[in-house]
């Protein structure tokens, strides 16, 4: 086959203009290492035919490597470092499973016990850095889980000594306690029931409270406050709708946000509580040993 | 910091040489005697060390060390006085690692994880690579002060960087960047300030102190001469190890 010179068009574009525009037919080019080095032939040829395309490949000046593999490592472990050390805790002080109770600590241990269990690399990696021969395996529980489904809500309820009876209570989950749900896997991440059924055990009337998914604005707080108290106040109106004395809560981040945007931004009256506060209540220790603040105090006396 | 300065009169004191190893101080060759600390090796070399010594036993913390050995791409750190050369050794000294130093007045602070953070926030961006401890030329358990840090447990802080030297090792190699020995600091002085019960024979001693009780003492020392002091210094009795 011979190969004839082709009659050269005027450089154009495709039909949309996209490569080269009539009016500019100067690309900026990035070359890359290998094209210096053992691809010459691809950079060499491609520029001959760029030209003859009266397409110029203006070459960035002074660049530097793209970052080649380095960008696209999945391998990345550091972050896994801080919860892969608490699992390794728990399995050298003789624990297969790890009770948690702030939501966040749940979520990131929970999540990160997740993806060890389905990557033997990175439990390898984690190990090596570690120091120890093997990642162990631990189950990472949340104390709500462990009330549901080792000690069972007829075993507490039979257990309550003190029934919280007339104490209307909103159940909020925000985020962590139940997405990703997949991972996390507690309860039904729209429509969950696990704190309801506790607090029912308990006594106490659970209120349906449209924000209990809802997220508090999290670390927002940190960077963007005008969210973080929009999201605290939504949840906190959507308590007072329907008529709660109480917002129970998992998570000291989402109780931080709630009466930080209480304290500032619109009071709304609602004491937030932790839910160990109301069961070992129910359960019969004194009030005043539970921790709650002024205005949980207040609004238990007014109940009684 | 310090000074080269060739001491040649040193050198001949030190013949004959024996066996030796070939060492890179700040990437400079020098034949120096097996079996020497790194800080006797720079001195062997004709460095004068101004900064980046002290107590040369291990205690004071000013020798801190960077170090590669021959075929290992890993950067090594250790206190020079410590530390023993190898053939092949590439080694510089780093008499201080920047962090920096806040200014506060103890009696008003509060010992909690508030007041720490307050001064150090970037204690939130530890990751617990415990690369800090690894480093530690003194042996503790650095990371986990951090972690009692965080969870404002400053008795635990105090206890755990008691034997801190402030070298400042840790700060230069983490990936936080928490200026680790600070932290120790103002934890145990906040332990000091407002944690641990006052000392009854120190408030005794300070109160005699301020009555002037010692002066007299004082000025007798002040007026001797140095020939008598240092006779006096060398009858001192010294207590006895436990």
């Given amino acids: 086959m011979v190969i004839k010179p082709a009659a050269v068009r005027s450089g154009r ?9 009539q009016e500019k037919k100067t690309l900026g080019y990035y070359p890359g290492c290998e094209l210096r080095t053992r691809a010459q032939a691809l950079d060499i040829s491609a520029r001959k035919a760029c030209e003859s395309l009266g397409i110029t490949l203006q070459e960035l000046k002074d660049w530097t490597c793209c970052g080649g593999l380095v960008a696209q490592v999945k391998d990345n472990y550091m972050a896994l470092l801080a919860p892969a050390r608490v699992l390794l805790q ?6 297969n499973e790890l009770a948690t109770l702030c939501a966040f600590c749940f979520n990131t241990l929970r999540r990160a016990s997740f993806f060890l269990e389905r990557h033997p690399e990175a439990r390898r990696k984690l190990a090596t850095f570690l120091e120890v021969e093997m990642l162990p395996q631990v189950r990472v529980l949340h104390l709500l889980e462990v009330l549901r489904d080792r000690v069972g809500f007829d075993r507490i309820r039979a257990a309550v000594r003190r029934p919280l009876q007339g104490l209307r209570v909103a159940p909020y989950y925000g985020c962590l306690l139940l997405r990703p749900a997949q991972e996390i896997s507690l309860d039904d991440p729209e429509e969950p029931t696990l704190m309801e059924g506790l607090l029912k055990a308990l006594g106490c009337d659970v209120v349906d409270f449209r924000s209990r998914t809802d997220c508090c604005g999290s670390y927002h707080i940190v960077t963007n406050q005008g969210v973080a108290a929009q999201c605290a106040q939504v949840i906190l109106h959507s308590a007072v709708d329907a008529k709660a004395d109480f917002l129970v809560a998992s998570c000291p981040v989402c109780q931080f946000n709630l009466d930080w945007s209480q304290a500032g931004h619109g009071n709304t009256g609602v004491p937030v509580v932790y839910f160990p506060q109301l069961l070992a209540l129910a359960l019969g220790e004194p009030a005043e040993t539970l921790g709650f603040d002024e205005r949980g105090a207040a609004m238990l006396r007014e109940g009684s | ?17 024996g066996e ?27 460095y004068r060390l101004v900064r980046g010594v002290g107590c040369r036993g291990g205690f004071c913390g000013a020798c801190a060390t960077v170090y590669r ?21 590439y080694l510089a000294q780093i008499p201080f690692y920047p962090a920096p130093k806040p200014l506060y007045d103890i009696r008003e602070l509060t010992p909690s994880a508030e007041t720490l953070f307050r001064f150090f926030p970037e204690l939130a961006r530890c990751i617990q690579c415990n690369t800090c401890a690894k480093v530690c030329p003194q042996g503790l358990d650095v990371m986990r002060y951090i972690a009692a840090a965080q969870q404002g447990d400053l008795r635990k802080v105090a206890e755990l960087s008691f034997d801190c030297l402030s070298c400042g090792l840790c700060v230069s190699r983490c990936p936080a960047e928490v200026a680790h020995y600070h932290v120790g600091m103002l934890a145990r002085r906040l332990c000091g300030a407002h944690l641990v019960p006052k000392a009854a024979h120190l408030r005794t001693r300070l109160q ?12 007798k ?22």
């Avoid at chain 2, 000074?3 to 040489?17: D, N, R, V």
């Avoid at chain 2, 070939?22 to 600390?37: A, C, E, F, N, W």
């Avoid at chain 2, 050995?69 to 050794?89: H, N, P, S, Y």
């Fill in chain 2, 69 to 89: 050995k021959a075929g290992d791409f890993r950067l090594q750190v250790g206190l020079a006085c410590q530390t023993g050369i190898e053939d092949g050794m």
């Fill in chain 2, 221 to 242: 020392y002040c007026s001797m001469d140095k020939q008598t002091l240092q006779g006096l210094y060398a009858q001192r009795v010294i207590e006895p190890e436990e």
């Fill in chain 1, 13 to 21: 574009g495709d039909e949309e203009g996209n490569v080269v525009d």
């Fill in chain 2, 208 to 219: 005699e102190i301020r009555e002037g009780g010692f002066e007299e003492e004082l000025d």
């Fill in chain 2, 20 to 46: 030796t190893a070939r060492i890179y101080i700040m990437g400079k060759s020098h034949d120096v005697p097996q079996g020497l600390t790194i800080l006797k090796a720079m001195e062997y070399a004709g």
């Fill in chain 1, 90 to 95: 728990a399995h050298t002080q003789g624990f």
């Fill in chain 2, 1 to 17: 910091m310090f000074q080269e300065e060739k001491i040649t009169a040193s050198k001949e004191a030190h013949a004959p040489l």
